[in-house]
Nanobody
Framework: QVQLQESGGGSVQAGGSLRLSCTASGDTKKILSMGWFRQAPGKKREGVAGILTRSGTTDYADFVKGRFTIARDNAKNTLYLRMNNLTPEDTAMYYC?????????????????WGQGTQVTVSS
């Protein structure tokens, strides 16, 4: 069993930055892929970024490229999402997720382990 716990959300003004963290516990050796997803009120969940835990390969949604950075500290079993130049459109609940498959954030159905989420609110 693997559990995920996000932290680091909050309220910032447009142009500000936040760093989200997601700490994994349990049988973390099984995790091959991790990702960040978000869901705004009334909108569908969307993938933000993903990382393969062994190779470190990262990928990003077009709308965050150049602004967000995903990273993982394997020693700490922690996933990060550094978010810069935030806009009100980034306001959402952010979730981290893990998969025992090598997969992409573009296929969220293959992520079987999800955290509870952390709220990010960006004001104009």
């Amino acid at each position: 069993q693997v559990q995920l716990q996000e932290s680091g959300g909050g309220s910032v003004q447009a142009g500000g930055s936040l760093r989200l963290s997601c700490t994994a516990s349990g049988d973390t050796k099984k995790i091959l892929s991790m990702g960040w997803f978000r869901q705004a009120p009334g909108k569908k969940r969307e993938g933000v970024a993903g990382i393969l835990t062994r190779s470190g390969t990262t990928d990003y949604a077009d709308f965050v490229k150049g602004r967000f950075t995903i990273a993982r500290d394997n020693a700490k079993n922690t996933l990060y999402l550094r978010m810069n130049n935030l806009t009100p459109e980034d306001t959402a609940m952010y979730y981290c997720a893990a998969s025992t498959l090598i997969t992409s954030f573009a296929t969220p159905q293959f992520f079987g382990i999800w955290g509870q989420g952390t709220q990010v609110t960006v004001s104009s």
